[in-house]
């Protein structure tokens, strides 16, 4: 066993001799099962709309996920935060837009000057993202509040390491994975990192991958690398999931970083079977900088990612079943983001835009709108595909509703104005109460230069502050741009647009 594992375990014996030592009514009382619902949120980075079975996907394998839709509500207009992984994260986080929340790019915290060895391997010293406002609340803190175990895992991208933000500072009980986006580029890293409070964590630590750095990050030699991010953070996903119990409410956030590039994972048989299903595949050179490693069988490496994905969600859903918690528990399953072309990948090839324009770091709906599933059980009153159109920052004010709490509670009474952007979708899963629906959806997007208004089936898309404006009911690719014909439409979608801009000193558009 190793020294984490040996800790995390220590947690839950520890927890357990605190539960015995309670008075008899109080142990009795907190092993009564409580029928507030599990929540696992399931989310991976830059997978397509049409990258799974269920979204019409037809050479990838995604038999779990699949079913999970089959069980539950597979969403057909839903859309991530933003068209890249850090400001569409936010605003899950924050259940804001990017107008309006602290994050609205990929804006990064490291210095080549500031670095650390790993062996031979020279690393960043300090890595991450901008951090969310610590004035607003997040998703995990109001988990918190509400009596329940938080656990994350995966990717963060909510703060740089030692900033304000970081999960031990956020709401989060046990995390395991990357602090840092950018060093989720590196399947095999020179480390990960993990904050666990049961273990006596007081801060987020750096975990040291022994084995790989006795090889370089980047060459023929990265490949004899053996420790695999994606399985050790499932795994370590795994073992929290197996702690868990129907005496006490868990919230967790499964953030995979499958399947965003580098395009490299082990060789095994799921691997080798699409070897042979792509035979004439193609290879791919590398890019050091952006540390994607060189890769070979460049469409057989992207297929296996997502059916390793799904294979993890298979063993979630077993592990649920196994310990009697899955119909009390909400699955959620999407991607942050469009699809990507990054370390090889290819999405013309897996048509991963499921007929979309566009793809990540654009407002196209190729690089905004994604699979979104909902899984609970026979909570679920109309199971089957939904056309409603919902929105990242919606997921904030319909866990409150579930909840049965008032998000207007969070509001930060210190700031003029602490923004919520979202709606709730909890009448669709329920089918109780009144739906609301939004007047518009809005994104902003500094990287590309870009703002878009969806209002009914009117999309408003702003490039460097030139409107665009394309009517998705006739013309869903947005190959048609017809605001030279709607003046008036342009007129008021850039009014909305200009109105949910807030300015931020970090990042910036031109507005319209």
Known sequence: MNIISSRLLYG??????????????????????QTRPNILYIMCDDMGYGDLGCYGQKYISTPNIDSLAR??????????????????????????????CEVRGNKEYWSPKDTVMYGNNIDFAVVGQHPYDPDHVILPEIMKDNGYTTGMFGKWA???????????KRGVDEFYGYICQFQAHLYYPNFLNRYSKSAGDTAVVRVVMDENIKYPMFG???????????????????????????DQPFFGLLTYTLPHAELAQPNDSLLAGYKRKFFNDRTWG?????????????????????????????????????????????????????????????????????????????????????????????KIKTPGEN???????????????????????????????DYFDGISFAPILTGKGDLRR???????????????????????IVKRGKPELYNLAEDIHEDNNIAASHPE???????????QHTPNPHFSVTLP
């Open 220 to 246: 023929d030699d990265y490949f004899k690398r053996t420790q695999y991010s994606a399985d050790m953070i499932h795994e370590q996903a795994m073992q929290w999931l197996d702690r868990q119990s129907a």
């Open 286 to 378: 590398g890019q050091e900088g952006s540390r994607y490693n060189p890769s070979v069988h460049t469409h057989a490496q992207f297929a296996a990612m997502i059916s390793r994905l799904d294979a993890y969600v298979g063993e979630i859903m077993a592990k649920l079943d196994e310990k009697g918690l899955a119909d009390n528990t909400i699955v959620v399953f999407t991607s942050d983001n469009g699809p990507h072309e990054e370390g090889g990948a290819d999405p013309t090839f897996f048509g991963r835009d499921g007929k979309l324009k566009g793809l990540k770091r654009s407002c196209h709906e190729g690089g905004i709108r994604v699979p979104f599933i909902v899984r609970w059980g026979d």
């Open 71 to 100: 069980q539950g509500i597979r969403f057909t207009q839903a859309y991530a935060g933003s068209p890249v992984s850090a400001p569409s994260r936010a605003s899950l986080m924050t259940g804001q837009h990017s107008g309006h």
């Open 12 to 33: 839950g014996a520890a927890a357990a001799i605190a539960l015995n030592a309670l008075p008899a009514s109080a142990a009795k009382k907190a092993k009564q099962p």
């Open 158 to 168: 909510g703060g740089y390491e030692g900033s304000v933000s970081t999960p031990d």
């Open 438 to 460: 939004h007047d518009f959806l809005f994104w902003e997007f500094n990287e590309t230069d870009q703002m878009a208004v969806r209002q009914g089936d009117w999309k408003l």
């Open 387 to 417: 056309d409603s159109q919902i929105v990242f920052y919606d997921v904030m004010p319909t866990v409150c509703e579930i909840l049965g709490t008032d998000m207007k509670k969070y509001a930060n009474k210190k700031k003029a104005v």
């Open 489 to 499: 439409k342009v007129a008021e979608l850039v009014a909305i647009a200009r109105s």
